[in-house]
């Protein structure tokens, strides 16, 4: 936008300047402090943020890898933290998928179809997401002990539990994907149908590709959220092997031992695949899909 | 090609509270170019969409080729459909956006070029296939969306209002294509538009429908060949409708009724001969007059004979080639509009007598139906 400015824009733009570097400044502090832990001999929380002697016995200890210390001692590691980042990848993946696939189903009968108690079933669906899930551990307890007496890979201590318990969290991708869907012209699918198309291939080949930089947002969205979610996970995983990464290094904090430094790269462990996942999807959130559809 | 039948076509919504059309009977033959026309609201683009498949039928009988379709989806009822606003699919390209609906039929590949390249040759598309939509301009799209349903060779071309989007250039230019095609593909048409050159000029027969009035029976006001409509519009709002400047109404009463000829008088006094069969009619009934801006004849004109009508003038158009004067009368309802072919200034506010031909005349009961013309101009 060319718009014409006053002349004092330059102070107000070094103002915002400032005022961005201190707020990142805010941001990265906690996460240097991670990084720097990680890489501090022996298990302090505090100490410069360049570490003095670095050693990798952090990451050895994460990663699985035998480490020998100075004095010749071998310590093996502890905890299998490679097959927790790899069941937190698994659940996040299933779930991301499985709520990408409902959601988009959902939104697109809420954007499109007409039926009876529509508006009802939106908004009572909207007030039920507004009780925290954690409100429902118990009952998510009792009822995959249940299942699990009946149908085994459902029961406690399975990842298909976890992955259906996050599966109710979906209404606020509904809405998100809902009002997206509202904004691509009907007659797209109108014409789509003209030429022969049925509902579904109508939304498949035509609303489903207009609709992916909001598909990547609510598949970073529900990824994020599922990949650092402690509480559900940790009452229905209980085995070492299962647990998540989010769970898992909990087991690094002892009442009596807490070990910051294995802790801390376990947590950068974590901040990984998410990385990943934005990266990836980066190339999808683009604008001006519709663009030269329908004359506006 | 296809012969569509439309027989006592309603649709209502809210559970037959609120109707939009109602009472529709039409047929329309194999090869026939047909347009709906009428103002904003009058259901004609409800219609398209319920012969498509879009819109579902209250009550009443669609029939495509004698079968009957209500019921249909609109993926199986072979038909092309060119919207308004294109509709183009915006992540494919214009090739894409033409083999689409044969791809879905999984048709042969060879079959499939042969179509696209023989319509994008029909359509001057050939430069621009690999383009996106959104890299073409407003013609260019337009003829993308026709080459889109023409590939899929329908039975029956729908077209909503698809060049009110364009530029009054490239509208003529867009419509003498249309024709152009219609004579080639020979593929029953139905147009819709609220613009009566289109309609006048592309179509065979012209539907005139109207915004649905409290207790009326029907708002299919009247079909015809588009001149039949011009010269023997079958009620005033046909008559105000087709025609551009409107038609002048007058209130009036009649004097004495005839079957050639009959003596009328303007409540203001002036007494008229018009050319309309009032067999039916009764001295005293109270009749509207209408004539057309373009039949009447300036004052000093001879040809007048003994029909005149004067106003004072409110303002005048001058468009070179002919004016238009706004004459202000008791009688009419709107300003009186009469064309007349010189450019001359003329005072604001001074009387004009205008000559109303007999033949020209147009003449409706309080219902507002016509009476018959009996000297209306031959036209075939």
């Known amino acids: 936008m060319a718009m014409v400015q006053p002349r004092n824009l330059q102070y107000r733009v070094w103002a915002a300047r400032i005022v961005m570097i201190a707020l990142l400044c805010l941001i990265m502090f906690p996460f240097l402090m991670i990084i720097s832990v990680s890489f501090r001999t022996g298990n302090f929380a505090t ?204 087991q690094f904090l002892y009442a009596q031992n807490y070990l910051w430094g294995d802790f801390a790269a376990a947590a950068i462990l974590t901040g990984m695949p998410i990385t990943l996942v934005f990266l990836m999807a980066q190339r999808y959130l683009v604008n001006g899909l519709t663009a030269g559809g329908v004359k506006g | 090609m296809a012969e569509v039948k439309l027989t006592e076509l309603d649709k209502s919504y809210d559970n037959g509270k609120s109707f939009v059309l109602k009472n529709i009977n039409l047929h329309i033959n194999d090869g026939e170019f047909i347009a709906f026309v009428g103002p904003s609201g009058c259901g004609k683009s409800t219609l398209l969409r319920m012969i498509c498949g879009l819109e579902d039928i209250t009550s009443g009988l669609l029939e495509l080729d004698g079968e009957r379709s209500n019921d249909m989806p609109p993926n199986e009822r072979s038909v092309g459909m060119v919207f308004q606003s294109y509709a183009l699919y915006p992540h494919m390209t214009v090739r894409e956006n033409m083999e689409f609906g044969l ?190 801006p373009q039949d009447v004849l300036p004052q000093d004109s001879n040809i007048g004979g003994k029909n005149w009508i004067t106003g004072s003038i409110e303002t005048i158009e001058r468009l070179g080639n002919e004016s238009f004067v706004y004459l202000k009368h008791p009688d009419s309802h709107e300003a009186f509009i009469a064309r007349i072919e010189d450019s001359m200034r003329r005072e604001r506010g001074s009387e004009f007598r205008v000559g109303v031909p007999a033949q020209n005349c147009h003449l409706f009961d309080a219902h507002g139906k016509a009476f018959k013309r009996t000297q209306s101009p031959k036209f075939d």
């Open chain 2, 103 to 292: 791809k879905l039929a999984k048709a042969d590949k060879a079959e499939i070029n042969r179509r696209v390249d023989q319509a994008a040759k029909m359509l001057q598309l050939e430069k621009l296939m690999e383009r996106k939509p959104k890299a073409l301009s407003g013609g260019q799209r337009q003829r993308v969306a026709i080459g889109r349903s023409i590939v899929q060779e329908p039975r029956l071309f729908l077209f909503d209002e698809p060049l009110s989007n364009l530029d009054v250039a490239l509208r003529v230019q867009m419509r003498q294509e249309l024709a152009f095609l219609h004579t080639r593909l020979k593929t029953t048409a139905i147009y819709v538009t609220h613009d009566q050159v289109e309609a006048m000029t592309l179509a065979d027969r012209i539907v005139v429908l109207s915004p649905l009035a409290e207790g009326a029976q029907t708002n299919l006001e009247q079909v015809g060949a588009p001149l039949e409509l011009y010269h023997n519009p079958c009620n005033l709002f046909v008559a105000s409708f087709i025609g551009s400047p409107k038609m002048n109404f007058f209130r009036a009463t009649i004097v004495a009724s005839g079957a050639s000829e009959t003596r009328i008088k303007l409540e203001c006094g002036t007494e008229l001969t018009v050319c309309n069969d009032t067999r039916y009619a009764n001295p005293g009934d109270k009749v509207t007059l209408g004539i057309r």
């Open chain 1, 47 to 250: 100490g410069s943020l360049i570490p003095d002697n670095p050693s990798l016995e952090h990451w050895a200890m994460v990663l699985g890898i035998p480490y020998e210390t100075a004095d010749g001692n071998i310590i093996q590691p502890t905890f299998p933290v490679l097959t927790w980042l790899w069941n937190s990848i698994k659940v996040s993946l299933t779930t991301s998928a499985l709520i990408l696939m409902l959601s988009t189903t959902g939104a697109y009968a809420f954007a499109r179809l007409r039926f009876r108690l529509k508006n009802h079933l939106l908004t009572s669906m909207m007030i039920l997401q507004m009780f925290p899930a954690v409100l429902a551990l118990v009952a998510f307890h009792a009822f995959f002990n249940k299942l699990g007496g009946v149908v085994p890979w459902l029961g406690l201590n399975t990842h298909s539990a976890l992955v259906m318990s996050y599966l109710g969290g979906i209404t606020m991708h509904i809405w998100l994907i809902k009002g997206y869907f509202e904004s691509i012209d009907v007659a797209l699918e109108e014409s789509a149908y003209i030429d022969g198309a049925t509902p579904w291939q109508a939304f498949r080949h035509i609303l489903l590709p207009l609709s992916v930089p909001i598909l990547a947002v609510v598949f970073v969205l529900s990824f994020i959220g599922v990949i650092g979610e402690y509480p559900i996970a940790s009452v229905l995983l209980q085995g070492v092997d299962k647990l998540t990464l989010a769970v898992g290094v909990k």
